[in-house]
């Protein structure tokens, strides 16, 4: 399938892995690119610059295909080191970036001087309008299902998507509800030129991440997921468990007085355990409504290969047959 994104990012079919903390690693972003599609790492979880480069290096010694890397904007007493970290991914090849977060406007003259294409995360079609004022090359228009941070809004995919098409001249892709076929196509006719897979990617064989993440994600119902944070303004999409139902009654009791520090213990360091160690309850992890439509764990070939094989059928035999 060709559109405007697999034209731009150089790949054979219109998917995207999404940036995820503790779960982009080389070994899920190879597999991704292995499969057609474009595999992203996670920039932020390597933390410094020579691990960044180091697992760039790791990737393409698994894959001669395209991949990205997520960089992840986001406030902080002691920032990262972005500008290394740029360096990094230029001096490394990528030929793609996905940012998300704050405005990436610092960072843009660089990779776009490198010949390397930007695509921003946004929540709302106001970012996204300002993405494409900046330069970005297209954008990853993010709906309120979403795991991780949905922004204030709150707007559906339904009405988002389209609102997007409507207003917007670089290409976008869907984000958040993204699972299947009839994703990828519900997608293509809202207007979008792909879509963005983050929670469907991380129950993957090739995923890095405890197997008891992966059970998780395959045993929960779109009913499972709760919104933390929303008192500051940080709005997260999480999977529950005793931690984040701990939390929320923290946030019910406190109110408007709540401050970062009452809810560190269930936010703040706890990937590692979830993702690498398997401890499900010890902290609040993203995770978006679609694992209602995650029943199986394949590999990343036999998943992209079945959506664009049902994608094919759904339009070429579904819908035609309504004309």
């Known amino acids: 399938m060709k559109t405007k994104i697999t034209e731009m990012c150089g790949i054979q079919h219109p998917i995207i892995q999404g940036?995820?903390?503790?779960?982009?690693?080389?070994?899920l972003a190879a597999a991704v690119s292995n499969a057609g599609a474009l595999g992203i790492i996670t920039g932020l979880t390597q933390g410094t610059p020579e691990k960044l480069a180091n697992e760039?290096?790791?990737c393409k010694d698994m894959t001669d295909k395209p991949f990205g890397v997520n960089l992840t904007f986001l406030p902080s007493l002691?920032?990262?080191?972005y500008p290394g970290m740029v360096k990094a991914i230029i001096e490394g090849g990528v030929k793609v970036v996905e940012t998300a977060g704050r405005n990436?406007?610092?960072?843009?003259?660089?990779?776009k001087d490198a010949g390397i294409k930007v695509i921003h995360k946004?929540?709302?079609?106001r970012h996204a309008l300002k993405a494409q004022s900046i330069g970005c090359d297209a954008v990853s228009v993010d709906g309120f299902e979403c795991g991780g941070h949905p922004g204030e809004d709150d707007v559906p995919n339904f009405i988002l998507l389209p609102r997007a098409a409507d207003e917007l001249e670089i290409p976008f892709v869907s984000s958040g509800g993204m699972a299947d076929a009839r994703s990828l196509v519900a997608s293509l006719a809202m207007g979008a030129e792909g879509m963005?897979?983050?929670?469907?990617?991380?129950?993957?064989?090739?995923?890095?991440?405890?197997?008891?993440?992966?059970?998780a994600i395959v045993a929960a119902s779109e009913l499972d997921t709760r919104l933390v944070m929303r008192p500051l303004r940080n709005t997260e999409r999480v999977l529950t468990n005793?931690?984040?139902?701990?939390?929320?009654?923290?946030?019910k009791a406190l109110g408007k007085d709540i401050k970062f520090e009452d809810i560190k213990d269930e936010v703040a360091g706890v990937y590692p355990k979830i993702m690498l160690e398997g401890d499900m309850e010890i902290g609040a992890w993203s995770c978006g409504m679609v694992a209602g439509l995650i029943h199986d764990i394949p590999?990343?070939?036999?998943?992209?290969s079945k959506i664009m094989a049902e994608a094919d059928a759904i339009i070429n035999t579904r819908l035609s047959s309504f004309s």
């Open 242 to 251: 005793d931690a984040v139902e701990r939390l929320l009654e923290k946030e």
């Open 19 to 27: 940036g995820m903390h503790y779960v982009g690693f080389a070994e």
């Open 299 to 304: 590999s990343c070939e036999e998943l992209i």
């Open 104 to 111: 990436p406007v610092e960072v843009l003259p660089h990779l």
């Open 78 to 81: 002691a920032a990262p080191d």
């Open 56 to 58: 760039i290096a790791r």
């Open 122 to 125: 946004c929540t709302s079609v």
């Open 196 to 215: 963005n897979m983050g929670t469907r990617f991380i129950a993957t064989k090739e995923a890095p991440v405890h197997d008891n993440v992966k059970q």
